[in-house]
T-cell receptor, first 111, second 113 residues
Framework: EAGVTQFPSHSVIEKGQTVTLRCDPI?????LYWYRRVMGKEIKFLLH????????ESGMPNNRFLAERTGGTYSTLKVQPAELEDSGVYFC?????????FGPGTRLTVT | SQKIEQNSEALNIQEGKTATLTCNYT??????LQWYRQDPGRGPVFLLL?????KEKRKERLKVTFDTTLKQSLFHITASQPADSATYLC????????????FGGGTRVLVKP
């Protein structure tokens, strides 16, 4: 069974540019989550999809972040325009219950 | 305010000994508490889940306890091996299964041969 995959693994962009991160969950998992870890801090929740609907987006930092989940399959997280404080590792996870399966993360560096 | 605290200092331990990690929380009423392992450059990997009405859970060399009165979970790795070296994260889940996880900062464990 394929795990959660994320693309790209690394992204370096300049402040003000746009970046789109992609997550492919485990097939059949209705729940999809985005988390972020900024340097020196704990992993923090961003949002939660159930199928194609946003169940909880209480962790989204501001309106520069836009997440979508087309047809309840893969998800994208777009940051536009990127700011320096957006640098960090973005994790995607999927689940069918409590246990969450995490992807390897996308390391985003905003310069 | 809500807080989840794990030992921030790394835990250095000799191979074969038991490593004990602590997770304390305040102002949460978690339905589930989970422990994950994270290796450098990788995402967290699920290890164990314990429910609020359970006191202890075991899986192979791992043991987790959960005390909702003390608001504390202990995570034990018995007969530790160098391959157990990693960062261990505790995470709380409030409400229904499948809800978001709230993570502690993690404890780095280094098992020396």
């Amino acid at each position: 069974e394929a795990g959660v995959t994320q693309f790209p693994s690394h992204s370096v962009i300049e402040k003000g540019q746009t970046v789109t991160l992609r997550c492919d969950p485990i097939s059949g998992h209705d729940n999809l989550y985005w988390y972020r870890r900024v340097m020196g801090k704990e992993i923090k929740f961003l949002l939660h999809f159930v199928k194609e609907s946003k169940q909880d987006e209480s962790g989204m930092p501001n309106n520069r972040f836009l997440a979508e989940r087309t047809g309840g399959t893969y998800s994208t997280l777009k940051v536009q325009p990127a700011e320096l404080e957006d640098s960090g590792v973005y994790f995607c996870a999927s689940s069918q219950g409590s246990r969450q399966y995490f992807g390897p993360g996308t390391r985003l560096t905003v310069t | 305010s809500q807080k989840i605290e794990q030992n921030s200092e790394a835990l250095n331990i000799q191979e074969g000994k038991t490593a004990t990690l602590t997770c304390n929380y305040t102002n949460y009423s978690p339905a589930y508490l989970q422990w994950y392992r994270q290796d450098p450059g990788r995402g967290p990997v699920f290890l164990l889940l314990i429910r609020e009405n359970e006191k202890e859970k075991r899986k192979e060399r791992l043991k987790v306890t959960f005390d909702t009165t003390l608001k504390q979970s202990l995570f034990h790795i018995t007969a530790s091996q160098p391959a157990d070296s990693a960062t261990y994260l505790c995470a709380l889940e409030v409400g229904a299964a499948g809800n978001k996880l709230t993570f502690g900062g993690g404890t780095r464990v280094l098992v020396k041969p």
